[in-house]
């Protein structure tokens, strides 16, 4: 059964991640920024947390260029067992660190359920990776957790199972619930994944849930992130997640993505025009 609401079937039983009138929005603070309000969320950093030099290299350079928040995988998903599987709790306070230097709050993976307490014990924010998107006893865990979570749209999910898959959150009583379009699959093979930037716009007309884009996964490629991220920005997103390393070339993970210090400061001035452009600001 579905109800029209601006002209978008949205399915009854997701209720509590449905829009219930035009102005309805959650904005999240996390530090100084107010994640779904007119500012623009900008996140950071590796794909995963290295060593403590990288760390540190990573975190000033993102916030110089004016990113408010630090990302970095201590707990990485990754596609077979022999590449590198993170830090663990090492990375988590290598992270703690780079927080402890520059000021930046930080979000980062949480894989499974049991790591739940430990995570929430160093992170600002908990990521739920897109291959977890319907880990639903890791959702239910970080709905009783006190962060907010940054919930990833699995690469072959829809809209309303990835909102379903944001309910299960909200349902456990965590109101702070940020979506991140991070592309899909499809039959393209000149990108790591298609991103899927109606992203914004479908779910600022469904939800009142924050929403960012990440190009970063979204493209696999370093010269497409920037273009992807104006794109983002102008159709509407609350946010972006760009992947930096100090050294892309050195990366452990997703090197072929992720932009050094100089480029990203480049895309941050790049985005400057069209942030205002679309009556929003840093
Ligand atoms: C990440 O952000 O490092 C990550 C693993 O992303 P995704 O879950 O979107 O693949
Ligand atoms: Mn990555």
Redesign the pocket.
């Known amino acids: 059964m579905v109800i029209q609401m601006c002209s978008l079937p949205i399915p009854t039983k997701i209720r509590l991640a449905i829009k219930n009138r035009e102005s309805h929005k959650t904005i999240i603070r996390v530090n100084d920024v107010n994640i779904g309000s007119d500012e623009i969320a900008v996140m950071a950093g590796p794909?995963?947390v290295e060593s403590m030099d990288q760390m540190i290299l990573a975190a000033h350079a993102v916030k110089e260029a004016g990113a408010q928040i630090l990302?970095g995988?201590a707990y990485?998903?990754r596609t077979n067992p022999y590449s590198f599987q993170g830090l663990g709790k090492k990375g988590l306070e290598l992270l703690a660190l780079a927080r402890d230097e520059t000021g930046l709050p930080i979000v980062t993976?949480v894989m499974s359920p049991e790591d739940v307490e430990l995570v929430e014990a160093y992170a600002d924010i908990l990521?739920?990776?897109?291959?977890?998107m319907q880990n639903f006893p890791l959702l239910k865990k970080v709905g009783r957790a006190n962060k907010p979570v940054l919930l990833?749209?699995g690469?072959s999910a829809t809209f309303n199972e990835w909102l379903g898959c944001a309910e299960y959150i909200l349902n456990e009583g965590n109101p702070d619930v940020i979506l991140?379009e991070?592309?899909i699959r499809t039959f393209e093979q000149m990108t790591r994944n298609t991103l899927d930037i109606s992203a914004a716009p479908i779910i600022h007309q469904i939800s009142h849930l924050p929403v960012i884009i990440?190009p970063?996964?979204g493209t696999g490629t370093r010269s497409l992130v920037e273009p992807m991220a104006k794109a983002a920005i102008a159709a509407g997103a609350d946010g972006i997640?760009i992947?930096v390393h100090p050294h892309p070339d050195e990366a452990l993970?997703?090197g072929a993505q992720s932009l050094s210090p100089d480029e990203f400061q480049s895309l941050m001035k790049g985005i400057e025009p069209i942030i205002i452009a679309v009556n929003r600001r840093l």
Do not use: A, L, T
């Not at 990521?127 to 977890?132: A, E, L, M, V």
């Open positions: 794909c995963s990302r995988g990485k998903p993976e990521q739920i990776g897109s291959r977890n990833k749209r690469m991140c991070r592309g990440d970063s996964h997640m992947e993970c997703d």
